[in-house]
Protein backbone atom coordinates (compact mmCIF):
# COMPACT_ATOMS: atom_id res chain seq x y z
CA UNK A 1 0.00 0.00 0.00
CA UNK A 2 2.09 2.77 -1.57
CA UNK A 3 1.69 6.09 0.82
CA UNK A 4 1.39 9.47 0.34
CA UNK A 5 4.07 10.43 -3.42
CA UNK A 6 5.20 13.47 -4.13
CA UNK A 7 6.58 14.21 -6.88
CA UNK A 8 9.13 15.85 -8.17
CA UNK A 9 11.23 15.26 -5.14
CA UNK A 10 13.73 17.98 -6.64
CA UNK A 11 12.94 20.70 -8.84
CA UNK A 12 15.51 23.97 -9.94
CA UNK A 13 13.45 26.95 -11.66
CA UNK A 14 15.21 30.20 -12.39
CA UNK A 15 13.53 33.33 -11.62
CA UNK A 16 10.28 34.17 -13.42
CA UNK A 17 9.54 30.38 -14.34
CA UNK A 18 7.00 28.41 -12.99
CA UNK A 19 6.78 24.83 -10.81
CA UNK A 20 4.36 22.46 -10.32
CA UNK A 21 4.27 20.02 -7.43
CA UNK A 22 2.13 17.09 -8.07
CA UNK A 23 1.00 15.02 -4.48
CA UNK A 24 -1.02 11.27 -5.17
CA UNK A 25 -2.59 10.78 -1.76
CA UNK A 26 -2.74 7.54 0.08
CA UNK A 27 -5.25 4.90 -1.35
CA UNK A 28 -8.79 5.92 0.35
CA UNK A 29 -7.78 8.90 1.30
CA UNK A 30 -9.65 12.13 -0.32
CA UNK A 31 -8.52 15.03 1.85
CA UNK A 32 -5.22 16.54 0.81
CA UNK A 33 -2.96 19.04 2.55
CA UNK A 34 -0.11 21.29 1.11
CA UNK A 35 2.57 22.98 3.75
CA UNK A 36 5.60 24.88 3.06
CA UNK A 37 8.48 24.60 5.62
CA UNK A 38 11.19 27.32 5.23
CA UNK A 39 14.44 26.10 6.09
CA UNK A 40 14.92 25.74 9.89
CA UNK A 41 11.60 26.97 10.14
CA UNK A 42 8.46 25.25 10.98
CA UNK A 43 5.55 23.87 8.86
CA UNK A 44 3.11 26.12 7.30
CA UNK A 45 -0.29 25.20 6.21
CA UNK A 46 -1.53 26.11 2.61
CA UNK A 47 -4.40 24.78 1.66
CA UNK A 48 -6.61 22.11 2.43
CA UNK A 49 -8.43 20.20 -0.65
CA UNK A 50 -11.25 17.54 -0.95
CA UNK A 51 -11.76 15.96 -4.58
CA UNK A 52 -12.78 18.74 -6.70
CA UNK A 53 -13.05 21.50 -4.20
CA UNK A 54 -10.91 23.70 -2.06
CA UNK A 55 -12.16 23.97 1.51
CA UNK A 56 -9.25 26.26 3.43
CA UNK A 57 -6.62 28.13 1.33
CA UNK A 58 -6.00 30.69 3.94
CA UNK A 59 -2.81 29.98 4.20
CA UNK A 60 -1.92 30.66 0.35
CA UNK A 61 -0.22 33.66 -0.82
CA UNK A 62 -2.63 35.24 -2.30
CA UNK A 63 -0.71 35.89 -6.00
CA UNK A 64 1.25 33.67 -8.32
CA UNK A 65 -0.16 30.37 -5.79
CA UNK A 66 -3.08 28.14 -6.70
CA UNK A 67 -3.79 24.48 -5.93
CA UNK A 68 -5.93 21.84 -7.45
CA UNK A 69 -7.16 18.40 -6.92
CA UNK A 70 -9.16 17.45 -9.84
CA UNK A 71 -11.48 14.36 -9.98
CA UNK A 72 -9.18 12.19 -11.64
CA UNK A 73 -5.41 12.17 -11.21
CA UNK A 74 -3.18 13.71 -8.29
CA UNK A 75 -3.63 17.20 -6.59
CA UNK A 76 -1.15 19.88 -7.89
CA UNK A 77 0.59 23.12 -6.25
CA UNK A 78 1.54 25.42 -8.71
CA UNK A 79 3.50 28.48 -8.19
CA UNK A 80 4.06 30.89 -11.09
CA UNK A 81 6.69 33.53 -11.88
CA UNK A 82 8.93 31.88 -8.92
CA UNK A 83 11.06 34.07 -6.61
CA UNK A 84 13.92 33.51 -4.60
CA UNK A 85 11.76 33.32 -1.41
CA UNK A 86 10.09 30.58 -2.85
CA UNK A 87 12.56 27.88 -2.45
CA UNK A 88 11.32 25.88 0.22
CA UNK A 89 10.46 22.17 0.98
CA UNK A 90 7.18 21.61 0.61
CA UNK A 91 5.35 18.70 1.92
CA UNK A 92 1.44 17.01 0.72
CA UNK A 93 -0.06 15.09 3.55
CA UNK A 94 -3.52 13.55 3.21
CA UNK A 95 -6.10 12.13 5.62
CA UNK A 96 -9.08 9.45 5.17
CA UNK A 97 -11.41 12.13 6.57
CA UNK A 98 -11.59 15.22 7.82
CA UNK A 99 -8.92 16.43 10.26
CA UNK A 100 -11.07 18.54 12.75
CA UNK A 101 -12.33 14.67 14.16
CA UNK A 102 -9.38 14.35 15.28
CA UNK A 103 -9.40 11.16 14.23
CA UNK A 104 -8.09 11.01 10.93
CA UNK A 105 -4.13 11.07 10.97
CA UNK A 106 -2.45 13.09 8.48
CA UNK A 107 0.12 11.12 6.72
CA UNK A 108 2.80 12.99 5.08
CA UNK A 109 5.13 12.82 1.32
CA UNK A 110 8.53 12.74 1.46
CA UNK A 111 8.07 16.57 -0.33
CA UNK A 112 9.11 17.79 -3.06
CA UNK A 113 12.13 20.65 -2.76
CA UNK A 114 11.84 23.52 -4.78
CA UNK A 115 15.21 25.86 -5.52
CA UNK A 116 14.88 28.77 -7.02
CA UNK A 117 17.95 29.92 -8.38
CA UNK B 1 -1.23 34.79 20.99
CA UNK B 2 0.24 31.87 18.61
CA UNK B 3 -2.24 28.57 18.34
CA UNK B 4 0.29 26.11 19.37
CA UNK B 5 3.48 27.51 20.83
CA UNK B 6 7.35 25.39 22.03
CA UNK B 7 10.20 25.92 22.75
CA UNK B 8 12.39 26.03 19.58
CA UNK B 9 15.47 24.42 21.35
CA UNK B 10 17.59 22.75 20.94
CA UNK B 11 17.12 20.84 23.94
CA UNK B 12 20.26 18.80 24.94
CA UNK B 13 20.18 15.32 26.99
CA UNK B 14 22.70 12.82 27.70
CA UNK B 15 22.57 9.50 26.50
CA UNK B 16 19.99 7.36 28.28
CA UNK B 17 18.26 10.80 30.08
CA UNK B 18 14.54 11.40 30.03
CA UNK B 19 13.73 14.09 27.12
CA UNK B 20 10.99 16.50 28.28
CA UNK B 21 8.86 18.33 25.68
CA UNK B 22 6.57 21.10 26.10
CA UNK B 23 3.50 22.46 23.74
CA UNK B 24 1.32 24.76 25.23
CA UNK B 25 -2.30 25.70 22.28
CA UNK B 26 -4.86 28.43 22.43
CA UNK B 27 -8.07 26.84 21.44
CA UNK B 28 -9.83 25.60 24.54
CA UNK B 29 -12.20 23.59 22.25
CA UNK B 30 -9.03 21.20 20.54
CA UNK B 31 -9.91 17.60 21.70
CA UNK B 32 -6.97 15.71 20.00
CA UNK B 33 -3.34 16.53 20.01
CA UNK B 34 -0.68 14.88 17.85
CA UNK B 35 3.47 14.54 17.95
CA UNK B 36 5.23 13.96 15.18
CA UNK B 37 8.81 13.67 14.98
CA UNK B 38 11.00 15.32 12.09
CA UNK B 39 13.88 14.28 10.97
CA UNK B 40 16.88 16.89 9.14
CA UNK B 41 15.73 16.79 5.34
CA UNK B 42 12.47 14.50 5.92
CA UNK B 43 9.24 14.52 6.32
CA UNK B 44 6.99 14.39 9.40
CA UNK B 45 5.86 11.19 11.04
CA UNK B 46 3.28 10.47 13.46
CA UNK B 47 4.63 9.43 17.07
CA UNK B 48 1.89 9.51 19.22
CA UNK B 49 -1.66 10.96 19.56
CA UNK B 50 -3.11 11.80 23.04
CA UNK B 51 -7.15 12.82 23.01
CA UNK B 52 -7.70 12.46 27.08
CA UNK B 53 -6.49 14.22 29.79
CA UNK B 54 -3.48 11.92 31.47
CA UNK B 55 -0.90 10.00 30.63
CA UNK B 56 -0.70 8.00 27.12
CA UNK B 57 2.14 5.48 27.15
CA UNK B 58 3.80 3.53 24.07
CA UNK B 59 7.37 2.10 24.17
CA UNK B 60 9.87 4.56 25.22
CA UNK B 61 7.28 7.50 24.50
CA UNK B 62 4.62 8.98 26.78
CA UNK B 63 2.19 12.03 26.32
CA UNK B 64 0.77 13.73 28.89
CA UNK B 65 -2.49 16.26 28.44
CA UNK B 66 -3.95 19.07 30.56
CA UNK B 67 -6.63 20.43 28.60
CA UNK B 68 -7.46 22.91 31.84
CA UNK B 69 -3.69 24.30 31.60
CA UNK B 70 -3.95 23.69 27.38
CA UNK B 71 -0.40 21.97 27.57
CA UNK B 72 0.42 18.71 26.52
CA UNK B 73 3.83 17.45 26.70
CA UNK B 74 5.52 14.44 25.16
CA UNK B 75 8.70 12.64 27.36
CA UNK B 76 11.21 10.53 25.97
CA UNK B 77 12.72 7.64 28.51
CA UNK B 78 15.96 6.41 27.86
CA UNK B 79 17.09 8.52 25.27
CA UNK B 80 19.12 7.60 22.27
CA UNK B 81 21.17 9.52 19.56
CA UNK B 82 18.98 7.94 17.35
CA UNK B 83 16.12 10.66 19.16
CA UNK B 84 18.00 13.23 17.89
CA UNK B 85 14.99 15.10 15.49
CA UNK B 86 12.96 17.94 15.73
CA UNK B 87 9.72 17.14 17.61
CA UNK B 88 6.35 19.08 16.11
CA UNK B 89 3.23 19.25 18.36
CA UNK B 90 0.18 19.90 16.14
CA UNK B 91 -3.46 20.44 16.75
CA UNK B 92 -6.77 19.96 14.32
CA UNK B 93 -8.94 22.61 13.43
CA UNK B 94 -10.34 22.12 9.85
CA UNK B 95 -6.31 21.19 8.98
CA UNK B 96 -3.54 20.29 11.21
CA UNK B 97 -1.65 23.58 13.11
CA UNK B 98 1.63 22.60 14.01
CA UNK B 99 4.04 24.67 16.38
CA UNK B 100 7.42 25.61 15.16
CA UNK B 101 8.99 22.08 16.88
CA UNK B 102 11.34 21.57 19.20
CA UNK B 103 14.91 20.55 17.92
CA UNK B 104 15.82 17.77 20.33
CA UNK B 105 19.79 16.77 20.43
CA UNK B 106 21.22 13.38 22.46
CA UNK B 107 24.48 13.28 23.28
CA UNK B 108 26.42 10.25 23.54
Known amino acids: NAGVMQNPRHLVRRRGQEARLRCSPMKGHSHVYWYRQLPEEGLKFMVYLQKENIIDESGMPKERFSAEFPKEGPSILRIQQVVRGDSAAYFC???????????????FGAGSRLTVL | QKEVEQNSGPLSVPEGAIASLNCTYS??????FFWYRQYSGKSPELIMSIYSNGDKEDGRFTAQLNKASQYVSLLIRDSQPSDSATYLC????????FGTGTLLAVQP
Open chain 2, 27 to 32: DRGSQS
Open chain 1, 93 to 107: ASSQGAARSGANVLT
Open chain 2, 90 to 97: AVPSNKLI
